[in-house]
């Protein structure tokens, strides 16, 4: 496990539940320290005992020696810094998930990408996805997710290893959709969060959502993912969980601008990642270059970035030109 945050903690909570030696890497020895003290991740995922099995190191090649598998949980816009620096200790016959869900600035990467880039273009590859929540999986609440990638043995393999009474995994082979779908839902979430902040009804939120899923389809469909992918657990799923979760960061950023907070201040207040954020910059950039009409996203781009009032943005929104829906 390559990242200490709430979801990597969590994978590795469950592999060992299931019977494996995991070691977890955190990039910060302060934290692996108090980790170890209380066998708790009392920074990112506070009141949850940390199993046994699980090895605990902020050494790379401690983490990653004879490592067969790695589970890749460090947020998008940390993971060229982080990697570049670990990559010398993987061992070359290691298959990579990840569970990262951004596009990273600048380059446009996906994780996958990153992580091919700096491992190796002929590395196994694949990403695991959809709406998990982590301190729900902590709970074992019911819960399922999507491993996707091209090569079929390792999607089925990351499919055994996660799978639990609670936790149920399906395969996909369109790793370029799913990656893309669990980055883009993210950048609705903070316009659910807006709608959540302003008081503006489950009306506008289910509206959202729609057109939501419609414009991340239409991105996905112009790289030439699958449009099926976006119905499925990585899309549509994950989709519902971060925009209506009280848990999830982006939309409680989201929230918190709705209710006239700026985005340095509550940024300033979160000890974890939003991803959506750092990704809608990254989105809106990708929607342009490929001439995709993403109204919702340009919209998120505005209020975070350009300075505009989200009730502005939102009856620009309304007052567009009316179409056909499809």
């Known amino acids: 496990m390559i990242g200490d945050g709430a979801m990597g903690s969590v994978c590795g909570i469950i592999l060992a539940d299931n019977g494996y030696q ?32 699980l090895h605990l190191t902020s050494r790379a090649e401690e983490a990653l020696d004879s490592a067969g598998l790695v589970i890749s949980a460090v947020p998008c816009q940390y993971m060229r810094s982080v990697w570049q620096k670990i990559a010398p200790y993987l061992q070359t016959d290691a298959a990579i998930l990840s569970v990262t869900k951004g596009i990273e600035n600048d380059t446009l990467m996906r994780p996958s990408e990153i992580l091919a880039e700096l491992t190796g273009h002929d590395r196994r590859l694949g990403a695991l996805s959809g709406p998990t929540i982590a301190r729900e999986l902590a709970r074992q609440l019911p819960a399922t997710a999507v491993v996707a990638s091209p090569d079929s043995q390792l999607a089925q393999w990351g499919q055994q290893i996660f799978t639990r009474k609670f936790f149920r995994l399906y ?21 659910a969060g807006i709608i959540d902040g302003l008081g503006l009804g489950d009306n506008a939120k289910a509206a959202l959502l729609t057109r939501g899923l419609v414009e991340i389809t239409r991105l996905g469909v112009a790289l030439r993912a699958d449009e099926e992918t976006f119905a499925g657990l990585a899309g549509l799923g994950d989709l519902v969980t971060t925009c209506i979760s009280p848990l999830g960061r982006n939309r409680y950023v989201g929230e918190q601008i709705g209710k006239g907070q700026k985005l340095r201040d509550i940024l300033s207040r979160m000890d974890a990642v939003a991803e959506g954020v750092g990704t809608t910059r990254s989105l809106t950039a990708l929607a342009r270059q490929h001439h995709v009409d993403m109204p919702i996203t340009f919209k998120v781009q505005a209020v975070l970035f350009q300075g505009q009032e989200p009730q502005e943005a939102i009856s620009e929104l309304m007052s567009r030109t009316p179409k056909p829906e499809r």
């Open 22 to 53: 995991v070691r977890l890497w955190g990039a910060f020895p302060e934290n692996i320290k108090d980790m170890l003290e209380c066998r708790e991740n009392r920074k990112f995922l506070p009141g949850f005992k940390l199993h046994g099995r």
């Open 171 to 191: 395969t996909n082979a369109d790793l370029l959709g799913v990656e893309l779908a669990g980055a883009s839902k993210n950048v609705i979430a903070l316009a």
